[in-house]
């Protein structure tokens, strides 16, 4: 991804909840391949570089990859282990690292030393240099299966992120990072580094943070853990060097599963012993959600000082959730979270005597907390060309009119044109005698959260930390007197089955990435099988990635191929995507007839909805065309993902499991009234039942905003009603609960749907619009097998992979500036 990706999302607050998921769904179908190393940046420079003035150079993936080989490696007395404490390295432009397996750089499995002859060694190798960004971002981080995470005397490392362990020694700076880590396998996942113990400052993250392994999950948009200096393990440390993360923004969303000992939070997931300190951090994650403990700021056990941060985050869920710190929350100061849904918490963290403090439901009352340079500014640049420099504050609702800028040059290589003691600068690149040069740039901002002088304007209320909070943005840009030419282009992505419905993002990467024209443009560039040119929609973002929409599936083979050219040099790459079968159940409606019929309803024939209804369907409930799908003979159903979706949704308020999905098509139906019961009956094959008795059938209301509901079953007259349905048999008698159902007979499901109810979609009186899904729970009897059986038959994990895609919104995304 090119450096518009952190600029493309500025602003961006919310989302759906759908989209928490997105990325992790992407991640755990990503590729197992791994770079290949290269560590000639500090084999050949390591007497000549290393220092702050004269760093070591960064500039491809594999030079970072690189670093992590280094870092990691244990040596021993012929080989000893490379240590960069007190050595400086500089990020030189953009990386994209395409979603390959990640190595973590530094690992830690606990803080003992383990004792080998006459060697003491220790179950931990950090990073202890200075890591600089230097403005830049590093893109595609992927971590999926764990495999490439450091074993230490057969023991796999605990810590999983762009940094696997940050040593107390150690500094990361200057940084965007983006991407997707799932500590499958250990317990540490940040989107910086699984465990930091060092600074970490001015970094923005937008990676999506999961912890799901079976021990515990500490998961963190900047740390999973932070907060102990190094120590023998035996308790907590006092002195050394503390933990320090400040002036850090996050996007994305965290996860933690693990039933026990499941801790997530917008920064930091848990702090060990209490230690370190996190001040002026602003968490914008759409989600964190635990098993056990969430907060906008920490899971839990938060740093001993953790001051002047804000969480806005859209949704923060678990057993015990808090807009601050989940549980255990130690004396945080001046530190606000904003309540305005019901998926924000209600209080701070109320066992600490803050139950009020904090909360602010106004968002432009929100304080202006952190102040963050805009990646997307520091590209490189030539003698002569000028550029503008941006300072984005968060929240970006805050008031930031009382915020003071000081800029600072390297006068011998930039000049500022324009803007100074404002949020953004023009600087004008001067020539310079080498062909490659790095300009330093930095500014200092003052007025942030943090300590307030009495008669400042703050409101009464405002718990002030004493803290003098101005904060020092650094960034270099590079010069370049030449061209610098596009010399390859990489089309990466998920290439599993992409699913009926589903929306999946193809990336691509241009080789370098501060090429002079790195403009890029997708194109589907075959077909093969069943597959038609309109099945699909395409969507280039600005930063180069391709959504695709599977808007139609097909029951045989199918297939596309896209393909994406460089405009500089019109080199390209391709990408084939599958398409997952579709197989549908073919239902026929009847009048129903007999008992069923209470005198208060009205018998109808549901009619299939075909594909000449479906702009009128979409519009009479509100959504997007392609929230449905029409199969080989033109009847009309819900996708594949929403219908996923909605039977999760509606899973998880019975608190049930679903293991098999039969799709009805969408049924329409006209009463002589506005608000009236309609009672219907759809012929439908005893397999298609996916029960061996009309109790144990299952049926779903699906949504089409991917939210469902479970029909009731009404085993006698009294229980006929809306929301509710029976069995008949086809001579019209009534089936008790018990009765066997054959798998090769035909059966009458008899449905009832009251008008302008929440289980009719359109909002139209007299007209019904109704589409159901007959499912399969877990741990019941096997359902018979036999006829026409099929469906999608997805298992536990299946039924997750379809919930996840994204839903038929196709309102505007907020940005926000990096």
Known sequence: MNEKTFSAMRRAIAAPLAAFLLIFIFA???FADSWTVDTKWYDDYKTTRGTKEKPFLISTPEELAGLAQLTNKVGDWLNPSVLFKGKYILLTRNIDLQSKEWAPIGWKIDYKIVTSGFNKIPNYKGFDGTFDGGGHTISGLSIVTCENLYVHNSVQSETAGLFGYLDNEGTVKNLAVKGSVNASKCEDVGGIAGWADGVIENCATDVSVFATSSKRGYAGGIAGLNGNPKGDGSGPVTDGIKAMIRNCVVFGNVSSTPISY??????????????????NCVALCKSIIASMDAGGIFGGFNSNITANSVSVAAKVKAADASGIVGAYGYDYQNCYWLKMTDDQPLNGNASMGHYEYGRVTDENKLPVAAAIFDAADFGTIKPGDEREIHIVSYPTQADASGLKYTWHVDGTKLQIVSGQGTNTIRVKALAAAEDISYAALSADVKGLLGYTDAGSGQPKDRYISNFDTSVTLEATLKVA????PVESVIAYGDASDIKEGETRSLGVAVVPSDADDTSVTWALTALSGEALSDDVILNQKDDGTLEVTLRKGHEKAYGYTFTVTAKDGGLKDSITLTGAPVTDVDISGVIPLGAVVPTYAEALKAVGATSDMLVDIAAACGVDISVFRTNSKGIVYLNSAVLGAAVDYAASLDKVEVTQIKPLPILRMTTSQAGKLAVTALVISGDALLAYTPQEVK??????????EF?????????????????????????APTDKI???QPYKLVLYIQDNSNFDMDPEDRSIIDPIAVVKLAKETPAPSGGSSGGCNAGAVGIMLLAVIPLFMRAPKKKFRQ
């Open 481 to 484: 007197s030449a061209s610098i």
């Open 711 to 735: 029909f009731a079953y009404a085993e006698d007259q009294d229980a006929f009603g809306n929301k509710r349905f029976t069995l008949q048999t086809m001579d019209d008698k009534t089936m």
């Open 28 to 30: 755990a179908m990503s």
């Open 742 to 744: 054959d798998p090769a």
């Open 699 to 708: 049926l779903v209301k699906t949504r089409p905003d991917g939210t469902g």
């Open 262 to 279: 499941s801790y997530a939070g917008g920064i930091v997931g848990f702090s060990s012993w209490y230690h370190g300190e996190v001040r």
